[in-house]
């Protein structure tokens, strides 16, 4: 499975755009994007997953570029409870084992 | 919505002790994971499974086994119980995909520690 590049934090404004970065360049053409993410204390929550096409479901948005070498996990109206530790993975065709990076600490703040 | 449960939430055991960790899913879905998570360690799998009665090693399964009696419960059992084991225990279930890896959904998992 290729590896994944994170910044280690950042912060957003409660109400503004959140929008995290993750970097892939190592992808395989049959590898998907999966977002998890894990708020203190809790286990992973599954956000949203893409192969090529941009995603939006009712959590977030997840746009991909076109050489699929990164993508962006985009939280549109960022609440205090969005507040947690983002992991960006990439899975190719298998049983799914999870492997998580160090993840990216989001603070959303009042 | 997928609801994965897990027995207890903090456990403290003795060193040598046996100790069983379980889980519950109510999706009917075919494969169940179990991993530990430490800090600077992130996720790893220690057995999974994708049905009823088989199981597969992660990445660490030594110390470990499980079992699977039923689609719905997978257990996690350390046979005796070390000090390196303390960590957080995170059981999920997903379904299973010819085409793509499906997302896992996870309990809230159990902090063991060991004394």
């Known amino acids: 499975d290729a590896k994944t590049t994170q910044p280690p934090s950042m912060d957003c404004a409660e109400g503004r755009a959140a929008n995290l970065p993750c970097n892939h360049s190592?992808?395989?053409?049959?590898?998907?994007v999966y977002w998890y993410r894990q708020i203190h204390s809790q286990g992973p929550q599954y956000i949203i997953h893409?192969?090529?096409n941009n995603e939006t479901n009712e959590m977030a948005s997840l746009i991909i570029t076109e050489d699929r070498k990164s993508s962006t996990l985009i939280l549109p109206h960022a609440t205090l409870r969005d507040t947690a530790v983002y992991y960006c993975?990439?899975?190719?065709?298998?049983?799914?084992?999870?492997?998580f990076g160090q993840g990216t600490i989001l603070t959303v703040h009042p | 919505d997928v609801k994965v449960t897990q027995s207890s939430r903090y456990l403290v055991k003795r060193t040598g002790e046996k100790v069983f960790l379980e889980c519950v899913q109510d999706?009917?879905?075919?494969?169940m994971f179990w991993y530990r998570q430490d800090p600077g360690l992130g996720l790893r799998l220690i057995y999974f499974?994708?049905?009823?009665?088989?199981?597969e090693k992660g990445d660490i399964p030594e110390g470990y086994s499980v079992s699977r009696e039923k689609k719905e419960r997978f257990s996690l059992i350390l046979e005796s119980a070390s000090t390196n084991q303390t960590s957080m225990y995170l059981c999920?279930?997903?379904?299973?995909?010819?085409?793509?890896?499906?997302?896992?959904?996870f309990g809230p998992g159990t902090r063991l520690t060991v004394t």
């Open positions: 499974s994708y049905d009823v009665k088989m199981k």
């Open positions: 999920a279930s997903g379904s299973s995909g010819h085409h793509r890896p499906y997302e896992q959904y």
């Open positions: 190592t992808i395989s053409g049959n590898e998907y």
């Open positions: 993975t990439v899975l190719g065709t298998s049983y799914g084992k999870l492997t």
């Open positions: 893409g192969l090529k």
């Open positions: 999706m009917d879905h075919e494969n």
